[in-house]
């Protein structure tokens, strides 16, 4: 079975691994302390070109995202998000079950703008008694979305100048950060993000680690003591060291964005494809995560041999379903696709 169904099927990149070996018998301090964790903080730092910016490792991106959020809320405060968010609709609660409540806000193609937040704040101070409400204090971001688009650097700013006017913090989830940065098209760099956001994340369990993510926070107020939150939260690895080394290997030479621009290439690749025999994306996704409809009878047949992520049912005969890639997906694979694929519909 050869599985479109994720980018987290395969283990890790093997100069993770052999980095990982070359350092086993180190010894060294634990929970993050040690010296692997501080070369791969300084790495990103220096990436970013953000000096000011503390760079904490945390081990997966549910984990991640409910310690920031909780850093960032008062017990009265709550998020905004998009209604597709991973928060909304992929993570059990887990926000809600830190005391915060999720404003969510419709999105067509997973994205908000800068006039939805603003509506939506204003909706809330302009009650008559707005304390008897959660009040909107963070805006949560995905990028690439779950539907594998992208925000623009200008919409980003938007954003943020929407965020500066409503006293709002803005974070954002990069699980897949490496896909959107190495997207073509892209316009948004590390260092934009580092400006821009008051906290954001570079994914590694899904580009190429075997798991963590990098969680990089230029606001100074939201640094203080974010490391009792790590621990209360139960995300502070005693063999921290394994997350640092990870990062290192990755963002050394610029492997991590080279993953990334492999997977969407062969994610193009494959969109390119089922455009060609007539199925359009169902999103615009420059990302390794492309989006189709199809006949149940064609999935039926494709999935003899592949897996895909089943979205939703659009019909008693059609699935929207996704085909995701990964920093590891072979060509070959790909090439075996799309030659079933063009054979199939030749056929019907």
Aim: aromatic fraction near 8%.
């Amino acid at each position: 079975m050869i599985r479109f169904n994720c980018d987290y099927s395969e283990g890790a990149h093997p100069r993770v691994l052999e980095k990982l070996v070359q350092t086993n018998l180190e010894q060294a301090p634990g929970y993050g302390a040690d010296v692997f964790c501080r070369q791969a903080a300084d790495l990103i730092q220096s990436l970013c070109h953000a000096p000011q910016a503390e760079v904490h490792f945390l081990c997966g991106g549910t984990q991640t995202n409910l310690t920031v959020i909780a850093a960032m809320l008062r017990p009265y405060q709550c998020v905004i998000a998009p209604d597709t968010g991973h928060i909304n609709v992929h993570e059990t609660g887990a926000i809600e079950a830190t005391g915060h409540r999720i404003l969510s806000i419709p999105s067509a193609d997973g994205k908000i703008t800068a006039q939805q937040i603003d509506l939506l704040c204003a909706q809330h101070w302009q009650d008559d008694n707005p304390e008897f409400a959660p009040q909107p204090r963070l805006v949560y971001l995905s990028f690439p979305t779950e539907f594998g688009t992208l925000y623009s650097k200008q919409e980003l700013l938007d954003i943020r100048r929407v965020c500066d006017e409503n006293k709002l913090y803005l974070f954002i989830d990069g699980a897949r950060l490496g896909y959107g940065i190495a997207a073509a098209g892209n316009d948004v760099t590390l260092t934009d993000l580092a400006a821009l956001c008051d906290a954001f994340y570079i994914g590694g369990t899904k580009l190429g680690a075997l798991l963590g993510e990098a969680v990089v926070i230029p606001n100074e107020k939201i640094q203080k003591d974010f490391r009792y939150f790590i621990k209360q939260k139960g995300a502070m690895l005693a063999k921290g060291r394994v997350l640092g080394i990870q990062f290192l290997a990755l963002l050394e030479d610029s492997l991590y964005f080279q993953l990334g621009a492999h997977a969407n290439e062969q994610a193009s690749r494959i969109r390119r494809a089922f455009e060609k025999v007539g199925f359009v994306a169902a999103y615009d996704s420059p990302t390794n995560q492309q989006f189709f409809a199809l006949p149940n009878s064609l999935i039926k047949q494709l999935e003899e041999t592949y897996t895909f992520a089943h979205i939703k049912p659009l019909s008693h005969n059609q699935t929207l379903v996704r085909i995701c890639t990964s920093w590891a997906t072979r060509a070959q694979d790909v090439d075996q696709l799309i030659e079933d694929l063009t054979r199939l519909t030749e056929e019907k």
